[in-house]
């Protein structure tokens, strides 16, 4: 986590001293990194822990031809377009089954032309050639 944080100050401090000239200090303290990656788990509302973030519909599923597709459907638009689009159930096996129905191009079209949040599993080199 620190490393991470400290990456990013680095590169911000870089980013400065090459506009302005003026080198900037970057320190991290760990402690404090670690609890901003981890700061969900001190989350308390109510006195309990927070409602679930992610809904269950959010995941990665296999299409027809083999090919794999994450879906995110943690906001309600997201979740209501994705289960248009494969006329299913909010279920995660609802959800998968419909999906085995489509071949993973094909349905990476239709979701995104639809406005919504998913994205077909590529290679680098597929990604290299997506348009």
């Known amino acids: 986590a620190a490393a991470t944080i ?3 100050g680095l590169a911000a401090a870089e980013c400065h001293r090459l506009r302005t000239g003026v ?3 970057v320190e991290v303290s760990v402690r ?8 969900e788990r001190y989350l308390r509302v109510d006195d309990g822990p927070p409602p679930e973030l992610r809904h269950p519909v ?3 599923y296999e299409t027809r031809d083999g090919r794999w597709i994450q879906l995110h459907a943690n906001f309600a638009h997201h979740l209501h377009g994705i289960l ?3 006329g299913c159930g909010a279920q995660p096996d609802d959800v998968a089954r419909a999906i085995r129905s489509w071949d993973g191009a094909a349905l990476d079209t239709a979701l995104a032309e639809a406005g919504l949040c998913a994205a077909l599993i590529r290679t680098p080199e597929e990604w290299a050639a997506h348009e």
């Open 6 to 8: 400290a990456a990013a």
């Open 23 to 25: 080198a900037q200090r």
């Open 32 to 39: 404090d990194a670690l609890v901003a990656f981890r700061s």
């Open 58 to 60: 959010t995941g990665f």
């Open 84 to 86: 248009d689009v494969l």
